[in-house]
């Protein structure tokens, strides 16, 4: 893994910042002009005043946009939808974890203005977390399927609908049902998923769009990441498997490159390997599709900034939620919290580097002709994961 002290081809910025104030879990989405972006985040750990900062030249400057809302109470999660007439719509969907509760609004203005909020009291599940950690389009132009956790580390699914409703913000009125517990294969694939507290699970869709897959955060840590397939849009879910070292960690989010690559960015948190020079920092994993369903490693992994220990607690590794998007031209931009900063003369029980200052949110931007311009100048700089052992 990269030091930090040598020269990368990716650029660091910030994008929201208050000196001694935490700012959490940022969520994106790129508007179809290709240029602006809207990110949404707490200024709490997973709860506390909604946030809202909107850029107009794909990331390069940033402003503050205000929302009349007061807090989330969980984590908030950004989806683009398609209106006719060529319009768009935002959601931002939250949750009240303990009552189980989902919460959701839109803005068809790129965020200037939203509907009230609306609810969901959820039957059946033990609480709802992190909802929704994915959402994903289904066969219908109007319908989507989005997935989330309760405490028993059981995953369901909800189902989205577009409805014409000339009463409702904009015209059209987003109406959630159909809630579902993933049907893994077989009853021990659930034991399993439930046993390595399988959670807040990123999906990516196949390039021909016939598969998709679910990457899953082992909470309870005693296993790598898990992955998950499906053919028939999340109806139906194979038996979760481990993933290799290169992609175990929390909180997976997924963008193809043009080229086809994917890059995913999460948490790099490895349970069965603590020693690693990145554990609890924000990564970024190129690879294949293919990679995923042979359970190879990938092409490379690089660390996107270091995270010293969390500022409140004895934990580390508290950043890795990342909105993750890609422009026109191809620049990744990719934008998380974390403890980027340590607090001079501090010390953490877990964390060598000391405690860190509490968190804000950093953009990183790159290509993946920069990284492999780089890779040739010098291999020895990021060796590829192929030719890593697996932390499994």
């Known amino acids: 893994m990269l030091d930090l002290a040598v020269a990368a081809p990716w650029t660091l910025s910030v994008v929201a910042r208050r000196e001694g104030q935490y700012l959490g879990q940022p969520t994106t989405v790129l508007f179809q002009d290709g240029k602006t972006l809207l990110t949404a985040y707490p200024d709490g750990h997973g709860q506390g005043k909604l946030l809202l900062s909107r850029s107009h030249n794909g990331g390069n400057t940033w402003c503050p946009v205000e929302v009349d809302v007061a807090t989330v109470p969980e984590v908030p999660t950004l989806y683009k939808l398609p209106l006719p007439g060529g319009r768009e719509r935002v959601l931002l969907v939250t949750c009240q974890v303990a009552k189980g509760i989902l919460e959701w609004m839109w803005s068809d203005d790129q965020g200037n203005s939203w509907s009230p909020r609306k609810q969901w009291r959820l039957e059946g599940t033990r609480g709802a977390i992190v909802a929704l950690a994915s959402l994903w389009p289904l066969a219908q132009r109007d319908r989507f399927r989005g997935i989330f956790h309760d405490f028993n580390f059981d995953n369901f699914t909800v189902e989205l609908e577009l409805v014409a409703d000339p009463t409702a913000p904009g015209g059209f009125d987003c109406r959630f049902s159909q809630l579902t517990p993933i049907p893994f294969a077989s009853e021990g694939g659930r034991l399993r998923a439930r046993a390595a507290g399988l959670c807040e699970a990123g999906a990516v869709v196949s390039p021909d769009g016939a598969s998709m897959a679910l990457l899953f955060r082992p909470q309870n840590k005693k296993t790598n990441a898990m992955i998950s397939f499906s053919r ?161």
């Open 232 to 392: 028939d849009r999340g109806s139906t879910w194979s038996d979760p498997v481990e993933l290799p070292g290169s992609l175990t960690g929390e909180r997976h989010t997924a963008r193809y490159a043009p080229d086809g690559r994917l890059v995913i960015c999460f948490r790099d948190y490895s349970p069965l390997n603590p020693t690693n020079p990145s554990h609890g920092d924000w990564v970024a994993w190129v690879g294949t599709w293919d990679d995923l369903v042979q359970s190879r490693e990938g092409y490379c992994r690089i660390r996107l900034h270091r995270n010293f220990g969390n500022s409140t607690n004895a934990n580390i590794g508290d950043c890795g939620y990342t909105g993750l998007e890609v422009l026109p031209n191809g620049c990744i931009v990719a934008i998380s919290y974390g403890h980027w900063e340590v607090q001079p003369g501090s010390k953490h029980p877990n964390h060598p580097g000391g405690r860190g200052k509490p968190p804000y949110l950093l953009q990183a931007r790159f290509t993946l002709t920069e990284i492999d311009q780089w890779l040739q100048v010098d291999k020895n700089l990021l060796m590829p994961l192929s030719e890593r052992r697996s932390l499994s």
